[in-house]
T-cell receptor
Framework: GAVVSQHPSWVICKSGTSVKIECRSLDFQATTMFWYRQFPKQSLMLMATSNEGSKATYEQGVEKDKFLINHASLTLSTLTVTSAHPEDSSFYIC?????????????FGPGTRLTVL | GQNIDQPTEMTATEGAIVQINCTYQTSGFNGLFWYQQHAGEAPTFLSYNVLDGLEEKGRFSSFLSRSKGYSYLLLKELQMKDSASYLCARRTGANNLFFGTGTRLTVIP
């Protein structure tokens, strides 16, 4: 299947700092990528849809000025958590949509565990 | 919300068969996905249904009834490594995926 990478796999930062997470589709082009957040023992919650060359679409309740998304190329989307606070500590997972496959499937990256002190 | 419902936890014996059910809101339906997620890892794709019926892929099969808003994932010949969370996800017309809370399956010897 298609491969999606994320970097970093984990990060610890101080409250008030910003953290950038990269999501790359390694063997396919993805015009659409998605960012999810998952708290312990809960399911994935869609934060935003990232479209190459245009603004991201945010889900209700997600602050667009706090979670900055950039999708500058067909293989890379970035999520920047600005002025991070302890309540932002979570598992952030991206997925990339492979429209070339028959099922139009989303493939997930390995996730980034963010801990804000 | 997306009204995706699946059992929270299930336990089954190694070598047995287990069926994990999922019900979902039918309006705007554009496909049903099943993912497997081990603790601390990202989900991995298992199956996709957009038409009614059964899709078989090795030990895993998935069934869909669009009129009933119902799907199930069937796991045969259970192995210990199958212990994981199984996530049912509904795709909307806008191609967004919305996930259920997941079913945590424990396989016991």
């Amino acid at each position: 299947g298609a491969v999606v990478s994320q970097h970093p796999s984990w990060v610890i930062c101080k409250s008030g700092t910003s953290v950038k997470i990269e999501c790359r589709s390694l063997d396919f082009q993805a015009t659409t990528m998605f960012w999810y957040r998952q708290f312990p023992k809960q399911s994935l919650m869609l934060m935003a849809t990232s479209n190459e060359g245009s603004k991201a679409t945010y889900e209700q309740g997600v602050e667009k000025d706090k979670f900055l998304i950039n999708h500058a190329s067909l293989t890379l989307s970035t999520l920047t958590v600005t002025s991070a606070h302890p309540e932002d500590s979570s598992f952030y997972i991206c997925s990339a949509r492979d429209q070339a496959s028959g099922t139009d499937t989303q493939y997930f990256g390995p996730g980034t565990r963010l801990t804000v002190l | 919300g997306q009204n995706i419902d699946q059992p929270t936890e299930m336990t089954a014996t190694e070598g047995a068969i287990v069926q994990i059910n999922c019900t979902y809101q039918t309006s705007g339906f554009n496909g049903l996905f099943w993912y497997q997620q081990h603790a601390g890892e990202a989900p991995t794709f298992l199956s996709y249904n957009v038409l009614d019926g059964l899709e078989e892929k090795g030990r895993f099969s998935s069934f869909l009834s669009r009129s009933k808003g119902y799907s199930y994932l069937l796991l045969k010949e259970l192995q210990m490594k199958d212990s994981a969370s199984y996530l049912c996800a509904r795709r909307t017309g806008a191609n967004n995926l919305f996930f259920g809370t997941g079913t945590r399956l424990t396989v016991i010897p």
